[in-house]
């Protein structure tokens, strides 16, 4: 595969923004107002040899601290008040395509999975590895659960099926057919103080709610599109639902309880190809990406866009909640070459950083964003 960002460590421009020097050597800032767009040339943190995949914000000694994990088949643990690096280490044998953040005994240890077919444990400090999981087909996505007051792991093979892992002894607990063949933290939910997961089949529209402590499936209901594309659960009103797309514009919500579609979603003019999951207020609101270059933000409870954020040129690619000063943002990329930072109580743009190559993730820690794009990752500091 060409690695297109081969070659490129350098922020070659930065779009309208707030953001201000960061003021820690080798990690970029930049200096914009509203009246005019700064072009500013600066290293950034690099190191990856292909693209980075994944990216979760860690909390080391007080210290804020970025994990990334790359095609290049490493993981790498960056400190946000300095440029250095821990030494990188080859955690697996293919590309990383995923990593959750779970802390054991205390101490911050990162889960990730990959195409060599295995999911890892390894102390984040040390890089140790605690346990090793082989499973039967490539470890494509994982998630980290708290069962029974002990960390989990949930990933899906390509054909659909979910595996819960203990991480602390690496034995499989059990199984959930039906899966979406991606899992994210969307697909996990709390009811009546119990975690459940949200499964999804891809042949024939059926979605379960499976309680994940007892490996029960609790609710079943069938959808009105065989085609589910993304799934993701909800609980509105102490009622589990569940929100499904099938490559099209609208986004439906079940409820688990009647097995009924109670809101259709409709505003998006293509595809909707992202969902994510926010409270505001005390109540659940959903953030959508969608090929019609626009993201909206719905209050579940009326079903009513509350917000339409547009501005990028292009398919969203990443959507994802983040909290800077306390306040509610959603940080978007999109294949425009550009991530958007909006805030979620005016609608406002809130700044617009122009990126060389499309972001593959992000995230954001103590005021900073963290924005990865191909094998390298900048840190932007208000």
Not at 17 to 28: K, M
Request: net charge negative; proline share 4%.
């Amino acid at each position: 595969m060409t690695d297109p960002g081969a070659g490129r460590r350098f922020l070659t421009s930065v779009g309208v923004g707030v953001y201000t020097d960061s003021g820690i050597p080798g990690l970029p800032g930049a200096v914009t107002d509203a009246d005019r767009v700064a072009a500013l040339l600066a290293p950034m943190a690099t190191g990856h040899t292909n693209f980075v995949q994944s990216l979760c914000a860690s909390d080391m000694d007080g210290r804020p601290h970025a994990i990334s994990t790359g095609y290049d088949g490493t993981l790498r643990l960056w400190g946000l008040t300095s440029a250095r690096t821990v030494p990188s280490r080859e955690w697996h044998t293919d590309w990383i395509t995923d990593i959750t953040e779970v802390v054991m005994g205390g101490r911050p240890h990162v889960l990730t999975g990959s195409y060599d077919g295995s999911v890892r444990l390894r102390r984040t400090a040390t890089g140790e590895c605690v346990c090793s999981l082989t499973l039967l087909d490539h470890g494509e996505a994982v998630g980290c659960v708290i069962v029974d007051e002990r960390p989990h792991a949930l990933t899906v093979d390509h054909d659909g099926t979910t595996h819960l892992w203990d991480v602390r002894t690496g034995h499989q607990v059990r199984s959930f057919s039906g899966g979406s063949g991606e899992l994210s933290g969307e697909d996990v939910l709390t009811v009546d103080g119990r975690p459940h997961l949200v499964t999804a089949s891809a042949y024939d529209g059926t979605v379960k709610l499976w309680d994940v402590s007892s490996g029960e499936c609790s609710h079943t209901l069938q959808t009105e599109d065989p085609d589910i594309e993304r799934v993701a659960g909800v609980v509105i009103g102490d009622r589990p639902h569940a929100l499904t797309t099938a490559y099209s514009s609208d986004v439906h919500l079940w409820d688990f309880g009647t097995g009924q579609c109670v809101r259709i979603l409709t505003g998006h003019t293509a595809s909707v190809e992202l969902m994510c999951r926010i409270t505001l207020g005390d109540r659940p609101h959903l953030l959508t990406g969608s090929h019609d270059h626009t993201v909206r933000l719905w209050d579940l409870h009326t079903g009513e866009a509350v917000l339409r954020l547009t501005g990028h040129s292009a398919p969203i690619h990443t959507v994802s909640r983040v909290a800077l000063d306390g306040e509610p943002h959603a940080l978007t990329a999109a294949d425009d070459h550009t991530a958007r930072l909006w805030n979620l109580r005016t609608g406002e743009c809130a700044a617009t950083i122009g990126l060389p190559l499309v972001a593959t993730a992000a995230t954001a820690v103590d005021n900073q964003l963290i924005i990865c794009f191909a094998d390298d990752m900048a840190l932007f500091e208000r």
